[in-house]
């Protein structure tokens, strides 16, 4: 008898990182992700962004903020990451700074501070649903 199925990938094996420099608003982000069911990584920087995702290939979306220190800001950090791992999905946000047309690819959304921590995790969940996993047949 074959059994064959297809599965909806479980939130809580949904690695995202969060890249924001000022603590407390990456805490809260890694908070409110946390709470929405994810597996939350953080790195302050892009350069810290950068080794995370060079050792996490689990890591399915990036949140990050524009404005940072080092070697890349959050756009930067955004071509980057389309760039090397094109799969992945990436969030960018910034509450100073608006990110130009042509700045960011059409599939790296734009999110303006102050956001609600829902849309966030919608918008990563909207991104993941069309993602399945397919079991393998047994026989």
Do not use: C
């Not at 690695?15 to 890694?30: K, T, W, Y």
């Not at 949140?63 to 389309?82: N, S, V």
């Not at 047309?101 to 069309?130: C, H, N, W």
């Amino acid at each position: 008898m074959a059994v064959k199925g297809d599965f909806i990938l479980n939130e809580q094996t949904i690695a995202i990182l969060v890249v924001d420099d000022e603590p407390l608003l990456r805490i809260f982000a890694v908070d409110f992700l946390t709470d929405a069911g994810f597996m939350v990584y953080e790195a302050s920087n892009a350069d810290e962004a950068l080794e995370v995702l060079g050792s996490r290939p689990d890591i399915f979306a990036v949140f990050t903020d524009i404005q940072m220190p080092g070697t890349l800001d959050g756009i930067g950090l955004a071509r980057r990451i389309k760039k090397t791992w094109p799969g992945i999905f990436v969030i960018v946000t910034s509450g100073q700074q608006v990110a130009e047309s042509g700045e960011l690819s059409d599939d790296v959304p734009f999110l303006t501070k102050p956001y609600l921590p829902e849309t966030v995790a919608a918008m990563i969940r909207q991104k993941l649903s069309p993602q399945i996993v397919h079991a393998p047949v047994s026989e």
